[in-house]
């Protein structure tokens, strides 16, 4: 089956550094790229979908000049969480869709970041 | 906006016995509707699908069936197992509002005992 990886799959960083998750698709070509953000005992909120090669798409009420994505490659997204702080804090998962009029993810198996 | 609502957990059950997990939604178009399952430690792995009402997603002993008149589409096994034991979301896509974006409910966890 199509498998995402994620890395790191945990990162504690202090207060005002950058944080930087990778998402790769890593056997098959991954069109259109999704990240989400879990909280405890929540569901997982869209956060931003990107399509290689061009920009992201942000949801309402999410920060773009915080949460940089990038979608180089059609193997590797990428979610940098600029100057985080302690309620940056949270379980970030990505997904894949190998194509944009699909309704099929894969999805990575999530990065818990903790910011002191 | 389009909205999934599932039963709140934790769910705990003995082994062998019959499972549902309640599900409901709104959209304001033709959703597909999901079901995805993940296991401690994973990321969340497609269980079901169902594209049109009436239609009866099934994979691994679990059913969902999409029922369009209560907007609902309820998860259900006949005899769980211990292996069963995970966080279960369902989800739409609502492919009318212009995208494949999938929306999530709160997920329930299962837990399922010897």
């Known amino acids: 089956g199509a498998v995402v990886s994620q890395h790191p799959s945990w990162v504690i960083c202090k207060s005002g550094t950058s944080v930087k998750i990778e998402c790769r698709s890593l056997d098959f070509q991954a069109t259109t790229m999704f990240w989400y953000r879990q909280f405890p005992k929540q569901s997982l909120m869209l956060m931003a979908t990107s399509n290689e090669g061009s920009k992201a798409t942000y949801e309402q009420g999410v920060e773009k000049d915080k949460f940089l994505i990038n979608h180089a490659s059609l193997t590797l997204s990428t979610l940098t969480v600029t100057s985080a702080h302690p309620e940056d804090s949270s379980f970030y998962i990505c997904s894949a869709s190998p194509d944009r009029a699909s309704d099929t993810q894969y999805f990575g198996p999530g990065t818990r970041l903790t910011v002191l | 906006g389009d909205s999934v609502t599932q039963m709140e957990g934790p769910v705990t059950l003995s082994e062998e016995a019959f499972l549902t997990i309640n599900c409901t939604y709104t959209a304001t178009g033709y959703p597909s509707l999901f079901w995805y399952v993940q296991y401690p430690g994973e990321g969340l792995q497609l269980l079901l699908k169902a594209t049109k009402a009436d239609d009866k997603g099934s994979n691994k002993g679990f059913e969902a069936t999409y029922r369009k008149e209560t907007t609902s589409f309820h998860l259900e096994k006949g005899s769980v197992q211990v292996s069963d034991s995970a966080v279960y979301f369902c989800?739409?896509?609502?492919?009318?509002?212009?995208?494949?974006?999938?929306?999530f409910g709160k997920g329930t966890k299962l837990s399922v005992i010897p």
């Open positions: 989800a739409l896509s609502d492919s009318g509002a212009g995208s494949y974006q999938l929306t």
